[in-house]
């Protein structure tokens, strides 16, 4: 059984363009969680998704970042407009729907912003 | 209050040494206590888990312990090994129905020495 995948694993934006990152669940998982990590610190809490339903998006900046986890497809967290402070590791984890408080944890994309 | 309070930031052991580390929070509401460890450029593991109603819980050389009159729990790693060179992050989960957002502490970085 695959874990979560999060692809790309590596990814360089210069100032204003947009960043994409996707991931996709563990197979039979329907709840997937983003979380940022800056250098040094902790995860936080982005955005949880269901299928086709953004559950609770209070961790989310008001602006320039969106995430959509379609019917069929990878999970997407997409940053517009992207700043220096934007550089960071984005994971995301995903759970079973029986045990939805077990989460399991991706690879990770790491964004740069030059 | 949504606070996740964890030390040390570091810690060196010798081999075969009891690594402790300890985290704090205030929610009472709190219901689901996981520890995470994280290597260099990889994403969190869940390692071991644990909920209010149980004072210990043992998975291998991992146990929690958990206080809920202090609110505080601890992992202890047992014949620690120059492998459980990582960053360990204990988490919480507040209590919003439905939605297990973890609250991470800020990681313990862990070197046992050969």
């Known amino acids: 059984n695959a874990g979560v995948m999060q692809n790309p694993r590596h990814l360089v934006r210069r100032r204003g363009q947009e960043a994409r990152l996707r991931c996709s669940p563990m197979?039979?998982?329907?709840?997937v969680y983003w979380y940022r990590q800056l250098p040094e610190e902790g995860l936080k809490f982005m955005v949880y998704l269901q299928k086709e339903n953004i559950i609770d998006e209070s961790g989310m900046p008001k602006e320039r970042f969106s995430a959509e986890f379609p019917k069929e497809g990878p999970s997407i967290l997409r940053i517009q407009q992207v700043v220096r402070g934007d550089s960071a590791a984005y994971f995301c984890?995903?759970?079973?729907?029986?045990?939805?408080?077990?989460?399991?944890f991706g690879p990770g994309t790491r964004l740069t912003v030059t | 209050q949504q606070q996740v309070k964890q030390s040390p930031q570091s810690l060196i052991v010798q081999k075969g040494g009891i690594p402790i580390i300890n985290c704090a929070y205030e929610?009472?509401?709190?219901?689901?206590f996981p520890w995470y460890q994280q290597f260099p450029g990889k994403g969190p593991a869940l390692l071991i888990a644990i909920r209010p109603d149980v004072s210990e819980k043992k998975e291998g050389r991992f146990t929690i312990s958990f206080n809920k009159s202090a609110k505080q729990f601890s992992l202890h790693i047992m014949d620690s090994q120059p492998g459980d060179s990582a960053t360990y992050f204990c988490a919480a989960s507040p209590p919003t129905s439905g939605t297990y957002k973890y609250i991470f502490g800020t990681g313990t970085r862990l070197k046992v020495l050969a």
């Open positions: 984890a995903s759970s079973p729907r029986q045990t939805f408080y077990e989460q399991y």
């Open positions: 197979k039979g998982h329907s709840h």
């Open positions: 929610n009472t509401a709190f219901d689901y």
